[in-house]
């Protein structure tokens, strides 16, 4: 009986060690398809009864050749930050089906470009602007084998702004803030946000500068700081934020990165170190600064600038504790050496 029991418990054993090496039938590993597009996103112009046309690019960086359809979204602005949110279009928007493609699926072999051409023919109706998705999926081929089949989908994107030029277009932007993240600093990076409103009825790219001056005349600028320098837009009724940083200076705060990824602390956000250049003492910054914001835009005649000033302070308060506790160290060995010095010439004239 006891050798019975031993033979099952034995062949129990063997069985649940081959069940580790056996692969679930329910599950399907399979790697995501590897694709680049550009570019990222363009801006057409084009009378309506014309007809106008892009080149898209699409890389497979992958090791096989993967399928692609193509298929034409909408999108609109998601938030401040100049992301997009892409849509399905209205059953009603007859402004996708002025869209053609020179192909409308292909094979991405392995490491090749290829080249899309879309070609948007406007009706004579068209108006103002319209604002297209393109989105590349890759066509994945998966026979389920279980009720615990994973399908992923990525696709990417390449977002296509198109501007019917017509009379009743009324390009407008608004300066809604200009505003820094702080007031008070002890050490660089200073950074500036830019709140733009479009008030017009048609998407707007605004550019221009930030000056950094020590006086609020500006007799002198110590930097200059582009902002939106990839020409981002800000679409009808919408605000966008456009950052700006002020660098320049000794020490600055950067970013920690190990193998050139930004670390992040538990809450999510970079971990920030001090950076020592001693090349760069000479920018070492205390005191009140001044900022002058100077941002333009294209009303269709000419450009249109609008100016805002801000002021903030950067006060390097531990190094100054730093320097006065290391010159009271000093100034108290000097006034002891001294006292020493004294006391002993009064003894030695003393004795004379």
């Known amino acids: 009986m006891q050798k019975s029991l031993k ?46 046309s892009t080149q898209l690019t699409v890389r497979n960086n992958g090791v096989l050749p993967v399928d692609m359809d193509i298929q034409v979204d909408t999108f609109k602005a998601n938030g401040t930050t100049g992301q997009a949110q892409i849509q399905t279009p209205q059953p009603n928007d007859q402004s996708i089906n002025w869209v053609h493609f020179s192909q409308n699926s292909f094979t991405a072999q392995p490491n090749t470009w290829t080249y899309v051409q879309m070609t948007i023919s406007l009706p004579k109706s068209a108006s103002l602007g319209y604002y297209y998705a393109v989105l590349f999926k890759p066509v994945v081929a998966v026979t389920p084998t279980g009720v615990n089949t994973n399908v992923i989908h990525g696709y990417n994107a390449v977002l296509v702004l198109l501007n019917a030029l017509t009379a009743n277009e009324h390009p407008q932007l608004q300066l809604a803030s200009f505003s820094s993240d702080k007031k008070f600093y002890e050490y660089l990076p200073v950074t500036f946000s830019v709140n733009i409103h479009n008030n017009g009825n048609i998407y707007l790219p605004p550019s221009g500068d930030i000056y950094i001056s020590r006086t609020s005349s500006f007799a002198n600028t110590i930097d200059t700081i582009h902002i939106n320098p990839a020409i981002g837009n800000v679409l009808p009724g919408t605000n966008r934020i456009f950052t700006a940083k002020w660098a320049d200076g000794f020490p600055v705060f950067e970013y920690k990165e190990l193998d050139g990824q930004v670390i992040n602390n538990k809450q999510g956000k970079p971990v920030e170190q001090l950076k020592w250049n001693f090349s760069q003492i000479h920018k070492l910054r205390f005191g009140e600064y001044y900022a002058r914001l100077v941002m333009v835009y294209n009303n269709g005649v000419q450009d249109v600038p609008t100016t805002s000033v801000l002021s903030f302070w950067v006060v390097p308060w531990k190094m100054i504790l730093i320097m006065i506790f290391v010159l009271a160290f000093i100034g108290v060995g000097l006034w002891a050496t001294i006292r020493t010095i004294v006391r002993r010439t009064k003894r030695l004239i003393r004795k004379k």
Do not use: E, H, Q, R
Request: no cysteine.
């Open 7 to 52: 033979a099952s418990l034995f062949l129990l054993f063997i069985l649940a060690g081959l069940t580790l090496f056996v692969k679930p039938s329910g599950v399907l590993a399979a790697a995501a398809p590897d694709i680049t597009t550009s570019p990222v996103s363009i801006t057409l112009n084009a009378k309506p009864g014309t007809t106008t």
